[in-house]
């Protein structure tokens, strides 16, 4: 008996580097290869991992498997034969980003002859097929519709608010075989970096994301900072300019010691996302000490700890942003307290691998 895990797997040195272009060459020429890396990788292969996310997934669930009965592990785009026992179990990530007409190896493991006694899915989900991305899209929730017939169970990355909009949703008829999943990080690579805040008028507004990304609500952002045009907003991600709002940073490597100096001049995170399922972004900010301002459509529902802004409605959301603007330190401190002990006891790989566990009845 064992376990086959599709997910993500990180090209990290060189060597790997050339052998996923091999690899990937390859793909779209339809030849079937193996993952040019090992099935079966050690606690000291994963430490080289970056540490977010889709890579921590894949090292923390991987780890968890593992504990349980021998893992094999396949990178999502592989067009790979899974080779299954009857009593196998297999956990798979869908092709991913979607690409029309691509399949990996989950894909190629749902038509196999021989399955295994459990078939699941994992992956990011939100219901909003208004939104055209690479990732989450139309063509994307058809392909895994393809899938669910054969599949007995699918963990649903997705925050509260696209849980509860899913019966109303093209694909209610999944509803019966998800499993809600929260993402997770591990606080102790997140410590707290927001020490006190700027005076009131002069506090900063941070975005971070892609502006090539409709998902993530760049142009919402400049909307707003527009109306909040005498404090600092900045932004860290990939994309073409986001009017109004000067960039920090392209794509980086967030550490501490980077976000330290962020956090003397930014006070807010802002999540303006038109449909993003659970972004770590939030929980990463969190943890760092930035109290938390986003839409519901990022995935999160607003609580004494972080605040909602609104996509159909700007001048309350300014009225949100600016009230925070001119609040006391204390309760900012309170609110930045009270989201890092949430992340800490509520966000966790070991409750996130522990729902999958139990949905597998390991």
């Known amino acids: 008996m064992k376990c086959h895990l599709v997910y993500t797997v990180p090209p ?21 290869v193996r993952l040019v890396s090992n099935r079966q990788p050690s606690g000291t292969d994963l430490k080289s991992w970056p540490i977010q996310s889709p890579f921590e997934n894949t090292k923390n669930l991987y780890a968890a498997l593992s504990e349980k009965l021998p893992t094999l ?39 196999e002859k021989i399955h295994p006694k459990k078939m699941a899915l994992i992956s990011p989900l939100h219901c909003d097929t208004s939104i055209e991305t690479a990732h989450i899209n139309r063509d994307y929730l058809d392909d895994v519709d393809k899938l669910m017939p054969s599949a007995d169970i699918l963990f649903a990355i997705m925050g509260q608010y696209w849980w509860d909009r899913w019966d109303q949703s093209e694909y209610a008829h999944w509803k019966p075989k998800m499993v809600r999943l929260d993402m997770a990080i591990n606080v102790d690579n997140y410590p707290i970096v927001k020490k006190r805040f700027n005076k009131p008028g002069k506090r900063g507004y941070l975005f971070i994301g892609s502006s090539w990304d409709p998902r993530k609500g760049s142009d919402y952002f400049a909307r707003l900072m527009s109306e909040l045009k005498d404090a600092p907003c900045g932004w860290i991600g990939s994309g073409p300019d986001i009017p109004g709002v000067p960039k920090i940073s392209g794509v980086c490597d967030l550490t501490p010691r980077f976000m330290v100096q962020i956090a003397d001049t930014f006070d807010f995170f802002v999540s303006p996302a038109r449909a993003d399922p659970n972004p770590t972004t939030i929980l990463e900010c969190m943890s760092w000490g930035f109290p938390v301002f986003c839409t519901p459509q990022s995935g999160y529902y ?20 600016r009230e925070f603007q001119y609040i006391d330190e204390d309760t900012l401190e309170n609110m930045a307290e009270s989201a890092r002990y949430v992340v800490e006891t509520d966000y966790t790989w070991h409750k996130f691998c522990g729902v999958v566990m139990k949905g597998l009845s390991l």
Request: proline share 4%.
């Open 302 to 321: 607003e609580t004494e700890y972080r605040r909602n802004i609104y996509l159909d409605d700007l001048e309350r959301s300014v009225e949100v942003l």
């Open 12 to 32: 990290c040195t060189l060597v790997n580097r050339l052998n996923r272009r091999v690899l990937n060459f390859l793909n779209n020429m339809d030849i079937p």
């Open 73 to 111: 592990l396949y990178h999502l785009t592989e067009r790979v034969h899974c080779e299954f026992e009857s009593d196998d179990i297999f956990l798979g990530h869908p092709y991913f980003p979607h690409v029309t007409g691509r399949s990996g190896v989950t894909e190629i493991a749902f038509n």
